[in-house]
């Protein structure tokens, strides 16, 4: 176990350039099915092929992002605390959450801001767990709306954010932070009948959260990056300002230098970008001239309403372009399954994808390049090798 963790260590070291867009190469774990980034903490994504199969991403594949090991928390006296500009703070056992609220389901993406990193390396190196596309998900969220927990608490005047902080401990700077995250409250108090506007959450897809994905219960913020979805969740401060957790204050924000006053005056990533991937084939695949089924996945912004109108496909390096025909619904903060069948010569080596969405907003050539290797979103380039 320890060797292990010391090669995947040593390994994701090299892997901004042997992972690059080739996430299909590095071997899954048996047990898991998942590809490790790490153990300790757990940083793991599926195999792009077995991610598409559903709409509905399943528990076991869906990608794991944790800061620090996964914190033990007794689901018996665990208590969530709502505080801040409030009336009325208050303690709430998981228990009670469940029988005091109503319950609420909706099924929403999630992807880590870090998606699609290795191929941000690519361009210039950035440091990070090196994601491939694998760093996303769409699952049934259950639980609590936020903002009923929130007018339970009575906001007070004044109030303009919501802070979420974890109960897991974080190394950082040498002492030890929980990860947090906060949203403007016109976020957390946006709701529609069907979709709230964020939610506290005790169950995935029908099951108890996962110890790795936030059991007891975590914020899920549909249609913003996943390090606001904060796991292990102990308390939600209402306040006049942003959080000044480190992962809001001082990560998460495209930042080139990244010295201080370009972090302060960088404001916090929250929507997600416009994005489309080819998951099959794998990156790298052998393939046979003439007519070749392809599939993968779209994401829109995360702006309310916003969807995907359009995905296409190019074999001749973006000249000309096939449109892709969509396998699930345009549903507002999910991703949209697509497939396409080329034509395959043998001069082709490569597939692109890119997207439009329902505003006419399109999927970039390239990106700028960022410090952090966050929100890569350029068109998304499949290798493959034709044989006759
Ligand atoms: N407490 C806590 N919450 C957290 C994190 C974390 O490390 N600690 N990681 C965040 C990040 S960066 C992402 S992308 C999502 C990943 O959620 P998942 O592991 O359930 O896929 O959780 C977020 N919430
Ligand atoms: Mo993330």
Redesign the pocket.
């Known amino acids: 176990m320890f060797d292990r963790r010391v090669l995947l260590k040593q390994a994701s070291l090299f892997a901004p350039f042997w992972l690059a867009g080739r996430s299909a190469f590095a071997a899954p774990d048996p047990k898991t099915g998942l590809i490790v980034h790490t153990l300790v903490p757990h940083n793991a994504e599926p195999p792009l092929g077995s991610l598409v199969q559903s709409w509905i991403t399943p528990n076991e594949l869906?990608?794991?992002?944790?800061?620090?090991p996964v914190p033990k928390v007794d689901a018996d006296t665990f208590r969530l605390s709502v505080e801040g500009i409030v009336e009325r703070p208050f303690e709430i056992s998981l228990a009670q959450l469940q029988s005091d609220f109503k319950r609420q389901a909706v099924v929403a993406t999630?992807t880590?801001a870090g998606n699609r990193r290795s191929e941000h390396s690519l361009v210039k190196e950035v440091s990070g767990v090196p994601w491939g596309a694998g760093?996303i998900?769409n699952a049934e969220w259950a639980g609590v709306r936020l903002s009923d927990l929130l007018k339970r608490a009575g906001i007070k005047e004044g109030a303009k954010h919501v802070w979420f902080d974890?109960v897991?401990e974080v190394e950082h700077k040498g002492g030890m932070i929980p990860?947090g995250a906060s949203i403007p409250l016109d976020k957390a108090m946006s709701d529609t009948e069907s979709m709230p506007g964020a939610l506290v959450c005790y169950e995935m897809n029908g099951q108890p959260l996962s110890p790795?994905?936030?059991f007891p219960i975590r914020t899920v913020v549909p249609g913003y990056i996943?390090?606001r979805?904060?796991?292990?969740l102990g308390k939600i401060i209402v306040s006049d300002r942003p959080s000044t957790n480190h992962y809001v204050a001082g990560a998460y924000k495209l930042v080139t230098e990244g010295t201080e006053d370009e972090l302060a005056s960088s404001p916090p990533l929250d929507n997600f970008v416009i994005n489309s991937v080819t998951c099959v084939p794998a990156a790298g695949s052998k393939v046979v001239t003439g007519k070749l089924e392809v599939s993968g996945y779209a994401l829109a912004t995360g702006l309310q309403g916003e969807t995907i109108a359009k995905v296409e496909l190019s074999t001749d390096g973006g000249k000309s372009w096939t449109k892709a025909r969509f396998t699930s619904q345009a549903k507002p903060y999910c991703w949209r399954l697509w497939k396409a069948d080329l034509e395959v010569h043998a001069r082709t080596s490569e597939i692109i994808a890119r997207a439009v969405d329902s505003t006419g907003g399109v999927q970039p050539e390239t990106v700028v390049w960022n410090l952090k290797g966050y929100m890569f979103n350029a068109w998304h380039k499949t290798s493959v090798r034709v044989s006759p």
């Open positions: 869906f990608y794991v992002r944790s800061h620090a999630m880590c760093a998900g974890g897991d990860f790795d994905h936030g996943g390090a979805s904060v796991k292990w």
